[in-house]
């Protein structure tokens, strides 16, 4: 098991950036694919992106694909999510989530570490 915890959220300016971090306790952070995924007031949780154990993996979800990039730093238990091009339908609680997986192909699924969210909020 590890703890996650998100930071890194809050109010930009439609086209602006962010950079989200998400800091993993626990000392087989390194075993774990990593991904963030968000949700709307009112809508479902939705798959943003994923990172493998190695960090040679990369997916993203089809509303996010080429303005966001995801990152790890394994020495530091962190996961990054930058955020490029923002738009005001990505407003939404952002979640970190984490599960055992050494295997370079990266879940969409089955994720069961979660932090408690950051909220990021673009305006037009």
């Not at 879940?107 to 305006?123: A, E, F, H, K, L």
Request: glycine residues 12%; proline residues 4%.
């Amino acid at each position: 098991q590890v703890q996650l915890v998100e930071t890194g959220g809050g109010l930009v300016q439609a086209g602006g950036s962010l950079r989200l971090s998400c800091s993993a306790s626990g000392r087989t952070f390194s075993n774990y694919a990593m991904a963030w995924f968000r949700q709307a007031p009112g809508k479902e949780r939705e798959f943003v992106a994923a990172i493998s154990w190695s960090g040679g993996t990369t997916d993203y979800g089809d509303s996010v694909k080429g303005r966001f990039t995801i990152s790890r730093d394994n020495a530091k238990n962190m996961v990054y999510l930058q955020m490029n091009s923002l738009k005001p339908e990505d407003t939404a609680v952002y979640y970190c989530a984490g599960r055992p997986w050494q295997v370079e192909n990266v879940p969409r699924r089955r994720y069961d570490n979660w932090g408690p969210g950051t909220q990021v909020t673009v305006s037009s």
